[in-house]
């Protein structure tokens, strides 16, 4: 079977977890080094669901590493299973996370101007933050389908 883009054991599946990995560790460190990040219950979910995204995306990608290495394929139905339920977890988490991360921005920026009467918010911080968990949540989803659609090729 023809490697598909972005599924297990191969290089752009690889590629696919590192950078899910990148975009959610960028995503927290831009959070934590902001100040008053800890002042909306949204942006701790956000760090929370990042870091699980960095875990996921990490181990998956120490997977692919293993995978690649010693040529072994990943394609089996078990382990697609898993991965493609592993993905929808984070993916939704992240989803959420970010998404009301991003209300709480329009609330501080926008509809309460709590950004202009607070000078101590990093808001362009918290901004950065929210984007960065947004790309972090495409890639997770282009994986998840594509692995989808490879499980349901297998079956």
Do not use: E, N
């Not at 909306?40 to 590493?65: E, K, P």
């Not at 790309?135 to 692995?147: C, D, R």
């Amino acid at each position: 079977m023809k490697p598909w883009f972005g599924s297990p054991g191969v290089t752009s599946g690889l590629m696919l977890r590192i950078l899910q990995c990148l975009f959610a560790s960028a995503s927290i460190a831009t959070m934590a080094f902001s100040t008053g990040f800890s002042t909306a219950t949204s942006f701790c979910f956000l760090i929370s669901a990042m870091g699980l995204q960095v875990l996921w995306s990490f181990g998956l990608a120490c997977l692919d590493i293993h995978a690649l290495r010693v040529k072994k394929d990943l394609q089996t139905p078990i382990l697609l299973s898993l991965v493609v339920v592993g993905d929808w977890v984070t993916a939704l988490l992240a989803l959420a996370a970010a998404s009301s991360s991003a209300g709480v921005m329009v609330l501080y920026a926008r509809d309460a101007d709590i950004c202009k009467l607070d000078p101590k918010l990093s808001c362009h911080l918290f901004q950065i933050s929210i984007a960065f968990a947004f790309f972090a949540w495409f890639l997770v989803v282009i994986s998840s389908h594509t692995i989808l659609w490879l499980l349901a090729s297998l079956s």
